[in-house]
């Protein structure tokens, strides 16, 4: 079969890793903004065990949507699990499916998956083509 004039758009099997300190952070679907061509890039993994995910403080120059949805595809409200989530140094408890936006500039971490009754979807979506971080006390 022939490429078509937009399958250069189409990306199959986008598997990636996030390394932090010697120690895999993430590991899911990765879109990177030289590969979508757009100032954004997008992490998708399935949580299915307690865990912290990002440990320290820090602040990023751009914008940042976060969510947490139930993985069961019949009903995405079916969500069973407790997720801490620090923003400004308040701690925010999630415990059904929630979309968060951390604005530029806001201090946010750590993010702990408490307890994972249920297998959730975790995608992050960075408003940015260059990441960059800055920690925090």
Known sequence: M???????????????????????????????????????????????EAHVNEATPHIHDFPIVMSFIGANPENVYDFDAEIEFFMGGEKQIISKTSVISVPAGLAHCPLIFKRVGKPLVFLEIMLTDKYERREVE
């Open 2 to 48: 022939s490429e078509s004039k937009y399958s250069k758009h189409v990306f199959t099997e986008p598997k990636g890793q996030i390394e932090r300190d010697g120690e895999i952070i993430f590991d899911g679907i990765f879109m990177k903004p030289e590969v979508l061509g757009a100032k954004c890039q997008m992490l998708y993994s399935i949580v299915s």
